[in-house]
């Protein structure tokens, strides 16, 4: 993947019946967050794979991948947000922490829940056109 550049990376909106698994995000997350300044473990990439599962749930979830010869590279999912319908425990965490106040400001919105890329070069990852898409 290193030196490849961003005019090979394709675009992919995902809908409900064909979001990739959640094993396939897991992966991507630990290829995204193991270099630093991340440094993360696999146990966080396994809590995202989770969250994205349960979010797979949904019938409001959609995605957007960036993929290079059909090996996705970058990903981000999202689904409207409204407290009532967030029953997780991480939801009702952040929720919690947020305090009222700032929890109202979110609610009826669009949230984007993960965007992990893998930086194919400096300055040319793939989130920015997860984003753009």
Not at 48 to 56: D, E, M, S, T
Not at 73 to 81: E, M, T
Not at 105 to 128: E, Q, V, W, Y
Request: hydrophobic share 40%; aromatic share 8%; net charge negative.
């Amino acid at each position: 993947m290193l030196g490849k550049t961003k005019s090979e990376v394709s675009i992919r909106t995902y809908t409900v019946g064909d979001l990739p698994p959640a094993g396939m995000i897991e992966k991507l997350y630990v290829a995204a967050s193991k270099p630093p300044p991340l440094s993360e473990p696999p146990e966080v990439a396994q809590l995202f794979a989770q969250l994205f599962g349960y979010a797979r749930t949904r019938d409001d979830v959609v995605g957007v991948g960036a993929l290079i010869d059909d090996e996705l590279v970058g990903f981000a999912y999202g689904h409207p947000w409204k407290w009532e319908s967030e029953i997780d425990s991480w939801s009702r965490q952040l929720q919690h922490c947020l305090g009222e106040d700032s929890a109202d400001r979110i609610d009826d919105s669009f949230a984007i829940l993960l965007l992990p890329s893998i930086h194919l070069r400096a300055g040319a990852g793939s989130a920015p056109h997860c984003l753009m898409r």
